[in-house]
């Protein structure tokens, strides 16, 4: 499971982000973030799929960055991202951590063309009018979401409709910021998670009634 180690070494990669510190260091790296992410997301997706009744499938993503289009040439990302793909909706919870920083999200950054214009019919109308109100519950209780993709609202929608943020939106993520690191730290890591991925079901809730997978 993750604790202290694993923000230390991730720490300690972010000032040091070269292939020779991370070879030195990379028995730290398989004990501290690859198998500890491994173990937690053993402990997590069970819990998941039953807490919703739903396949749950997660994906941990590399530490290595993908550099081919980056200005950006430094080899190793310094964060954990884990998603964890939700059945019912096409969508996923998602965890992020990284020295003093937990942030938990459910959603989907991208539809493909056909889910897209299935989301398009739906957000125009009552539905949309009902995740509106469901966003804004969420942004009072402190939650955040991802800003839109396009700078207008697509056509044949009017520019003025009363959910052009929705309309404007290619994919529908919410996000927690500020979460205790301690809650994703040993043992118990799962079962708080799990607990705090809550906050999010209203969102999903909605999604599996009105844009299921």
Not at 11 to 27: E, P
Not at 42 to 64: G, S
Not at 112 to 130: E, S, Y
Not at 172 to 188: C, F, R, S
Request: proline share 5%.
């Amino acid at each position: 499971m993750f604790s202290k180690e694993t923000t230390a070494f991730l720490q300690d990669l972010k000032a040091d982000n070269t292939r020779a510190w991370f070879t030195q260091n990379k028995a730290r790296y398989t004990s501290h973030v690859k198998d500890a992410a491994k173990a937690f997301c053993d402990d997590l997706t069970p819990r998941l799929a039953v807490q919703y009744n739903t396949d749950v499938t997660a994906k941990i993503f590399r530490i290595h960055r993908d550099l081919r289009f980056s200005k950006d040439k430094t080899p190793y990302n310094t964060h954990v991202h884990i998603s964890l793909s939700d059945a019912a909706t096409g969508a996923a919870w998602m965890f992020g951590l990284q020295p003093g920083e937990l942030v938990i999200g459910y959603g989907l950054f991208a539809f493909d063309k056909q889910r897209l214009a299935r989301w398009r019919d739906v957000v125009a109308g009552p539905a949309g009018d009902t995740l509106s109100d469901l966003i804004q519950e969420a942004q009072n209780a402190g939650l955040r979401l991802s800003e839109p993709d396009l700078k207008r609202v697509p056509s044949p929608h009017p520019a003025d409709h009363q959910n052009a943020i929705l309309l404007r939106q290619k994919g529908i993520a919410v996000w927690q910021d500020g979460l205790a690191l301690v809650q994703a730290m040993g043992a118990t890591a799962g079962a708080e998670i799990s607990h705090a991925l809550r906050v999010f079901d209203p969102i999903r809730n909605w999604m599996v009634e009105h844009l299921p997978a």
